[in-house]
């Protein structure tokens, strides 16, 4: 009696994974240090700078755009620069830790190469001093335009969980205080000149927000002051002069509580709530994204499967739309832009291409590629990961991802062809929004259907045998 098998695609392609394998690739194809990573422009968008894989390390190097010449200015042999950013025009900032203490220091050099200097001394981990180093954090908050030799930094140098402010000079690294901790601050807000207004507090199980008043004074006034799992709001950001901006908030203006925050506008000096500017069913929200010469926020951007970023600014959803128009495939990304806003930088990636980097020329609304952060991955070898989300028997929506192997349909069609060649009647169901296993309760329906109707036919009960002798 010949077999009549019932294939499902998403089944299939485990059944013949021995014999069509996907190509074993090394854990360095995916773990090892990029050949580029995070493209910079400088304020005057002369110079593109960029961290570069150079003695098996990540180094610091700049493009000069006029001539598309390029130079290492850094030649780091035993530790990752692990971030940078433009201080001025002429002069970088980038950040190292020593041997993974995550203590990390704060390096200086020109866009020449010269003046290197180590501004803030990395620590040894806590294992490695035997108990005696801490965990120290100095961050840069702000660059001060008006004083460009100096930026605002925010150091737990004298208590280790409530940072002071200092101004320090990119020069020297020489410092003097500007910001004396008040209390409990865990995190500091500054205007667009770098000044000190507002601070986030944590007091045991109390949280909130205040902001300075006056100056010389040192006077504060605190806004909020919640236990940490009450109904609050806290700054989001500062618009203008500084007297209005944007808080992320789970209070409606009424004082009632909302089931996830939302972005409205909040006056700072008289305290009060404005419109309400974006909100999203799933998620609470969100970042904003802010613009330097708007002194505005232009969007915001949150996480619900893949990272969404929604341009509320006409010009700039205009302008994305373009870009993403010219790239479908990819989620693309503003990453850098010079100060008058004629170039930046798109970062474009998905789930199965790394970042590739492209400059884009506002005026002459032209895409220019530059770099690709991993060039040695094939993306037609990498599995797709897509979000996935499916409600629980409580109602709760639950979040999750499905890798979609590669060639999945394509090995059930090798198994439909060797079937086909030996004889055996068979039966192939294709799903192409599916990957391994029917996720969808529609599919699965479908599955079982034509599975009971396949059973019912082919696997029919055996005849008894005859009693008679």
């Known amino acids: ?52 894989n150079l003695n098996d390390r990540m180094n610091l190097a700049i493009i000069d755009l006029k001539t598309r010449k390029a130079r290492a200015v850094t030649n780091e042999k035993k530790q990752d620069v692990s971030g940078f950013m433009w201080a001025t025009n002429e002069r970088l900032l980038f950040f190292m830790d020593k041997d993974g203490s995550e203590s990390f220091g704060i390096f200086a050099v020109n866009s020449d190469g010269s003046m290197p200097r180590t501004l803030v001394e990395p620590l040894d981990s806590v294992i490695k001093s035997g108990g005696k180093s801490k965990l120290r954090i100095v961050s840069v908050l702000d660059v001060l335009e008006d004083e460009p030799d100096w930026v605002l930094v925010s150091s737990n140098e004298r208590r280790a969980a409530y940072p002071d402010v200092f101004r320090m000079n990119i020069m020297n690294g020489k410092t003097s205080l500007v ?29 909130g927000f205040m902001l300075l008043r006056d100056p010389e004074a040192d006077e504060w006034e605190t806004i909020t002051q919640t236990r940490f799992d009450a109904p609050s709001f806290m700054p989001a950001g500062i618009s203008g002069d500084g007297k209005n901006g944007y808080v992320s908030s789970n209070l409606t203006p009424e004082g009632e509580a909302r089931d996830k925050s939302a972005i409205y506008e909040y006056n700072f000096e008289t305290k009060t709530f404005g419109k309400l500017v974006y909100e999203h069913p799933v998620v609470d929200c969100c970042s904003l994204i802010l613009n330097r010469k708007m002194r505005d926020m232009i969007g915001v951007s949150y996480m619900v499967g893949e990272p969404e970023v ?20 990819t989620t693309n990304r503003l990453i850098s832009l010079d100060d008058a806003e004629t170039i930046g930088v798109i970062a474009a990636s998905s789930s199965t291409q790394p970042p590739r980097y492209f400059l ?30 499916f409600q629980a028997r409580d109602g709760r929506l639950l979040h999750g991802y499905l890798t ?61 045998a005859s009693a008679n002798p």
């Open 1 to 52: 009696m010949k077999f009549k098998i019932f294939l499902v695609a998403a089944l299939l392609s485990v059944l013949t994974l021995k014999n069509a394998a996907a190509e074993d690739l090394p854990l360095d194809y995916f773990f090892k240090n990029p050949e580029f990573a995070g493209f910079q422009l400088s304020p005057n968008g002369k110079e593109l700078a960029a961290m570069v």
């Open 179 to 207: 910001e004396r901790n008040p209390g409990h601050v865990t995190g500091w807000f500054t205007d667009w000149d770098g000044n000190v207004t507002g601070a986030a507090f944590q007091d045991e199980l109390e949280v």
């Open 310 to 329: 929604v341009y509320l600014d006409e010009d700039w959803k205009n302008t994305m739309a373009a870009i993403d128009q010219a790239m479908p495939d």
């Open 360 to 389: 884009f020329d506002f005026v002459n609304r032209k895409l220019e590629w530059m770099a690709d952060s991993r060039p040695w991955v094939d993306s037609s070898k990498m599995s797709e990961m897509k979000p996935y989300s």
């Open 404 to 464: 979609v192997p590669v060639g999945s349909i394509k090995h059930a069609k090798v198994m439909e062809k060797a079937l086909k060649k030996s004889g055996v009647d068979y039966e192939l169901m294709v799903k192409r929004d599916e990957g391994h296993g029917f996720r969808k309760e529609e599919n699965r329906y479908d599955f079982y259907g034509k599975m009971d109707t396949f059973l019912a036919e082919h696997l029919k009960p055996a005849k008894a």
